[in-house]
């Protein structure tokens, strides 16, 4: 193995953290990485990317890891009609709806001094969504919601 990428699983999909370099052999190997920004509360998911010195490449299982502790962002009342309020540990800067495609339906700014804010937004199409969260310390979190009739 030439190399591997640690990928890790934010909505709407995977992203990599890294690159690691390989150490040449095919037997079992042993890596490390800190992910900086896992948050407490928010279930992780992991997996690598080995790539072979002749490009051809295989991904590893997926793995769940979830810091302890409460999550820094919530979202209320869920399911959800037309509006939620949105609360975080550090005032919200900005809110997103993404469906599940990874489109954004629609966001708001807010002024960043607020650690909870109420979001109307009004008559959407009812399902699952995203809400993405920005903090003004530019901290992002994401949170599903049900939109219903």
Do not use: C, H
């Amino acid at each position: 193995m030439d190399s591997s990428s640690l990928l890790a699983f934010l909505f709407p999909g995977f992203r990599q953290l890294t690159t690691l370099k390989g150490n040449g052999s095919n037997k079992g190997s042993d890596y490390s990485y800190l992910d900086k920004d896992a948050q407490p509360g928010i279930a992780l998911y992991y997996r690598l990317k080995m790539v072979d010195k002749d490009g051809t490449f295989a991904y590893s299982r997926i793995v769940t890891a979830q810091l302890a502790g409460e999550a820094m962002a919530n979202i209320y009342p869920n399911p959800a009609r037309t509006f939620v309020n949105v609360t975080a540990s550090q005032p919200i800067s900005e809110v997103q709806l993404i469906n599940l495609s990874g489109v954004t339906m629609m966001s708001k700014n807010f002024n960043g001094t607020n650690k909870k804010e109420p979001w109307t937004f009004g008559a959407i199409i009812p399902g699952a969504y995203q809400v993405k969260i920005i903090t003004t310390n530019g901290s992002v979190q994401y949170k599903k919601v049900i939109v219903t009739e």
